[in-house]
C-alpha cells in the first residue's frame, strides 16, 4: 500500500485574495496593500496540502460526474476524499468504491472519507457513507448544536457502522468520535499572528488524511490536524507549513 495515493474529489478555481490592514468597514474605500491569485477549492487545497507541491493555476472546472470517475484506476488509491457537492453523483461514485472494496481483501481496501460543509439538504445523504465524516461547524450549527462534541453526538446516528465522526469548531479546536463512540478533543494551535485563513479547514482535513492513512492514531491525527491548520493560518497560502 506504501505506493498507492489519494485521490481528492471536489472544488478547483481560482481564488483572488487581497490583502489590506485591517478588514473593510461597509461602504468604505480601502487600500489594497497586496493581491495574488492561487488555485484554490476544497479538494484543490487538501490535494496541495497532501503534496506540498507547487501547482499551475487551474481554470474553475465542472463538478466531477460518475461517467469521469469510470475512468479511474482504483487499484491505484488507498484513500478517497470527497468534497460535498454534487451529492447525487457523488453518492454513485461511492457506491462504484464499496462494490470494488467488497471484491479486495481488506488490506487492499480504499477508504473513503467524505466532507459535509455547505448547509445543503441533498449534501446530508453522504453522511452514511463514508468510513471518515468531517462535518463543519456550520452545519452543525445549523441543525441547533453548540459545540463539537454535542454534534458528534447528534450525528453519530446517521453514520455507518464503523465510522468515524469529526468537527472542527474555529479557535475552540476540534472532536472526533470513533467507532468506540467515546469523543476525543484537541485544542487549537493559533498561530502568533494571524495572517490567512483560507484554506484552514482544508489543511486540518488533509492534515488528518495524512496522518490517519499512515497509520496515525485519531488522537494524533486530531492534534497533527489543529497544529498544521493553525501553522497555515500564520502564512500566506501554503508556503511553509511543511517545515
Known amino acids: 500500500m506504501g505506493d498507492k495515493k489519494i485521490l481528492c474529489i471536489g472544488l478547483v478555481c481560482l481564488d483572488i485574495i487581497n490583502v489590506v ?18 488555485r484554490g477549492g476544497n479538494a484543490s487545497n487538501t490535494c496541495t496540502v497532501l503534496s506540498l507541491a ?8 465542472p463538478d466531477v460526474s460518475v461517467e469521469d470517475f ?13 468534497e460535498g457537492r454534487n451529492a447525487d453523483e457523488q453518492v454513485k461514485m461511492i457506491e462504484r468504491v464499496r462494490e470494488y472494496n467488497s471484491k479486495q481483501e481488506e488490506k ?13 439538504e441533498p449534501l446530508y445523504q ?21 459545540s463539537a462534541a454535542a454534534a458528534l453526538k447528534g450525528f453519530c446516528g446517521r453514520l455507518r457502522k464503523g465510522a468515524t465522526l469529526i468537527c472542527a469548531w474555529a479557535e475552540k479546536g476540534a472532536d472526533a468520535m470513533g467507532p468506540d463512540g467515546v469523543i476525543i478533543h484537541s485544542d487549537a494551535f493559533p498561530p502568533e499572528k494571524l495572517v490567512d ?11 488528518m488524511i495524512y496522518s ?12 497533527f490536524g489543529c497544529q498544521i491548520a493553525g501553522k497555515k493560518c500564520g502564512v500566506h497560502g501554503y508556503d ?3 517545515h
Open 197 to 207: 485563513t483560507l484554506g484552514a479547514g482544508d489543511t486540518f482535513n488533509a492534515s
Open 54 to 61: 507547487p501547482g499551475p493555476v487551474a481554470e474553475n472546472l
Open 21 to 38: 490592514d485591517k478588514y473593510p468597514e461597509e461602504d468604505t474605500d480601502t487600500r489594497c496593500l497586496s493581491q495574488r491569485w492561487q
Open 70 to 82: 469510470s475512468k479511474v484506476d482504483l487499484s491505484q488509491y488507498k484513500w478517497i476524499h470527497w
Open 240 to 242: 511553509g507549513i511543511s
Open 108 to 120: 487492499n481496501r480504499i477508504t473513503i472519507s467524505v466532507e459535509i460543509e455547505k448547509i445543503r
Open 126 to 146: 453522504l453522511f452514511p457513507l463514508g468510513d471518515l465524516v468531517f462535518v463543519s461547524k456550520d452545519v452543525a450549527q445549523h441543525f441547533g448544536f453548540t
Open 212 to 223: 490517519l492513512s499512515n497509520g496515525g492514531s485519531l488522537q494524533d491525527a486530531l492534534t
